[in-house]
């Protein structure tokens, strides 16, 4: 196998998880192969493995149930979010006594709050349901991202607002896939949090249907939390 | 029941006993049964025997001529063999009258 066609079969190998790539790359290099089939066989097994964790509700959950919806509702949510700023700094005025903020500024804070703990769950689960399937989750997340900036005309607001939610999202992915649950007691605030802050939305019509689109990552973390602490009760229990 | 592939598989790696690793079982069945077998479908099936306690898998210490990297190593288990010997029993008799089986029993005789 020449070095070049080599690079381009442990570039393929990437793909796979890092015992198996090991034990393929020595296979490949004992057996002798063309690196041209070498190539075949790697990328051959590396969608054969995608394709397995495919059969799982898991990866559905993550991609089509979250990603996709989720970054569609959360690129609103941010513009609506930098709108309510925009308002509050147009009315919020200096006088001789100090800074006199508008009457927006409760309303501004609670929806930044929800705008962080949205994403930060939604990107939480994504992570830790279907790890191995985060980079699909990923591009169905920035297809409509892609879109939305293309197709962005609101003279006053920067296209960027759209992508006020990516910093915490991508934050949450990033702690999905190291721990994959949190504590029950920090699961339990989160989502009490989250529901709390959407109560002054409740007496609008319609909204409803987006605010439980988003909070319900934050309740399947508390019943994720609450399975995993009932185990550990229940192993402890059979110890002791 | 096993699948044809997976009955190949099985039966490669009992026939290497000790040696049955990924590339050898690969070898002994691209030559034997005169297919070509991708590594893909090597890999994907020895994980669902193992899930099923048909095989089971370890990894070997790394060697010089793979590049100083692991083997996957492939035992069979009693399980496998009794599956193996299930298909292989099921093969033989619904193969019985027919034609090119029964050329083979003459022609052996």
Known sequence: MTSAGWSFVAVAAQLLESRERE???????????????????????????QLLLWKSWRPWLASFG??????????????SVSQTYQKLVS????????????????????NVLLLVAWSWTGGFVIGSVSRRTVRVSAVLSFVPCVFCL???RVESLSRF????????????????????????????????????????????SGSWLPNWALSWPAWYLVVMAWRSQAIKDGKRWRAG | ??????????????????????????????????????????????????TKGLLKTWMSDATPE?????????????????????FYDAVIRVSRGASWAADRAGSSL
């Not at chain 1, 009315?91 to 609670?110: E, I, Q, R």
């Open chain 1, 23 to 49: 034990v393929v790359l020595g296979d490949l290099m004992e057996t002798r192969e063309s690196a041209w089939r070498g190539f075949l066989d790697v990328l051959g097994l590396a969608v054969r493995r």
């Open chain 2, 66 to 86: 793979r590049g100083g990297r692991a083997k996957r190593m492939v035992r069979v288990t009693s399980e496998g063999v009794r599956a193996a010997k299930d």
């Open chain 2, 1 to 50: 029941m096993l699948g044809e592939f997976e009955y190949l598989l099985i039966t490669a790696a009992a026939g290497l006993g000790e040696n049955a690793y990924g590339a050898a079982i690969r070898e002994e069945i691209e030559s034997t049964a005169g297919r070509k077998c991708s590594i893909g479908a090597l890999y994907t099936t020895i994980d669902r025997l193992e």
């Open chain 1, 161 to 204: 607002c759209l992508l006020l939610f990516m910093l915490p999202a991508i934050w949450g992915v990033h702690r999905g896939l190291q721990i994959a649950r949190i504590k029950l007691s920090s699961a339990l605030i989160l989502a009490a949090a989250i529901t709390v802050l959407t109560i002054p939305t409740w007496s609008r």
């Open chain 1, 150 to 152: 293309a197709r962005f």
């Open chain 1, 66 to 79: 979250l990603a996709f919806p989720g970054s569609l509702l959360l690129m609103g949510f941010s513009i």
């Open chain 1, 91 to 110: 009315s919020t005025v200096f006088n001789a006594t100090g800074l006199t903020l508008g009457p927006g500024f409760t309303l501004l804070l609670c």
